[in-house]
């Protein structure tokens, strides 16, 4: 197969699913039969002293992610015009590297229980530092500057601290230079910029190598499933590692579920997760804690009901424009032409209902939901006003509903009722790893009439299979750690 093949890749398929699989064989076999691509992965595992099979697998990582879903392509880092800003940002990065090895001098190696990756905000950091109750040690790595101390716990900014001592030969590091060199020529000769691929391996080699330079860690734990990196959990395990995890911080949405890697997988739910294992993934077991969100933002806090008003209905917003979401036509068009057309029904057929439309803190914002939405009673609501974000509104609601929120699984789980609003029940690229939701998937607008006429029970509500759909979560960090050191 010729480097090129990339430029011309395009699925035939329809359904969401079988398109998501088309991509995963073309990328399996792309790094399979590519000889180009398969010498150069051997070249730089034997300067980098990291199996073949490590780099091709992460390789596939970084072409899925490169995917547009929306454009149906891969971008465009690899068109030849981006070789030459890759080639040189990559020799600077390593001349940078190349000085740095003999400024730093080795020092001694600092034991940790646990290593936590991807910390970015405040909220991160909180959500993590409660597993100081179970380890002795823990170290938290972060992408900026986070000024938090907390007993037990230390953070670093990894991309601050880049370029200290790393165990790595003076001579590898001038072979990597050279290495660069021969993939610019090979980029020039098949007129396809191979460096982007490339700049990755590197670039994950040197942040994990110094990282494992400074710390031993006993165990590893991601928040985010979809962005593990084997390269990473090879070093770790080369450094003394036991166990690598990630956890299901989201539905297992099929443009994120792809060549997930991992030791353990800790699902939300009973099942869940395992779709990763069938979309080019190698996860050796999967275990259902409940939600880490959920245990943090409503069971460790007090519940703050204060400044929410009585709600009869409430929508968990999403961030709706999400290129990743766009596998086929199917979700845009059930978004916006139907399940806000829905909504909006709603508030004129039930004018006396209290409608909040609640998005999270972190939307991005959606003009065309927002045209949509106006000339209606319903109050659309950004941020919180409690400290336990949306679920204090969630449990304060008659009736939540939302299109594909994390949150209703995590509700239905935890004996909140909730319905996912699925027009036509085709967004399967949602819901497609989840056992027996099918109840609480709304298909019609009179099904939606239904739910929102009967009458309301607050309590002595009980939800079957909810283990399907999300464990009790109050000591989701607990189960966690419990099951790591086993």
Known sequence: MKPQSIFFYKSTKKKVYDIVKDLVNFINVYIK????????????????????????????????????????????????????????????????????????????????????????????????????????????????????????????????????????????????????????????????????????????????????????????????????????????KENGGLKTSCFQKNICTLSLSCFVYSDIFFSLGNYQGEICNKLGGEIKFFKPVGSFVMENNWFKRKKDFSKIPNIDILILGINAPWPRGCINNDYHNSYYKKFLPWIKKISSDFPNKKIFYKHHSDFLGDSRETNILSDTNIEIIIGDKSINSSYAWAFKSKIVLSFASTMIVELLGNNKEAYFIDPDGINDQWYYGINNIKKYRINTYNNLKKIIKRKYKKKNISIKNRNFYCLNSKNTKKNISKYLKV
Not at 78 to 95: A, E, P, S, T
Not at 96 to 104: V, W
Not at 146 to 172: M, P, V
Not at 174 to 200: A, G, P, T
């Open 33 to 236: 039969k590519n000889q180009i691509l398969k010498k150069l992965f051997y070249d730089l595992s034997l300067i980098l002293n990291v199996p073949k099979e490590i780099l091709e697998k992460r390789s596939k990582q970084i072409l899925f992610k490169s995917y547009e879903f929306e454009k149906k392509k891969f971008n465009t880092n690899y068109n030849l015009i981006n070789v030459f800003y890759d080639f040189i940002f990559l020799i600077c990065f390593l001349i940078i590297f190349l000085i740095n090895g003999l400024i730093y001098k080795k020092n001694k190696r600092k034991k940790v229980d646990l290593i936590c990756d991807n910390i970015y905000t405040k909220n991160d950091f909180n959500r993590h530092k409660y597993f100081s109750n179970y380890f002795n040690s823990i170290l938290l790595i972060g992408y900026k500057s986070l000024d938090f101390k907390h007993k037990k716990t230390e953070f670093i900014n990894i991309r601050k601290d880049f370029f200290k001592y790393t165990d790595f030969s003076f001579t590898k590091r001038i072979f990597l230079i050279f290495f660069i060199f021969k993939i610019f020529l090979y980029s020039i000769f098949f007129r396809m910029n191979l460096i982007y691929i490339f700049r990755f391996l590197i670039y994950d080699f040197i942040k994990y190598k110094r990282l494992y330079s400074e710390y031993d860690g006993k165990y590893y734990f991601n928040y985010r499933f979809y962005d593990t990196n084997v390269l990473q959990n090879y070093l770790f």
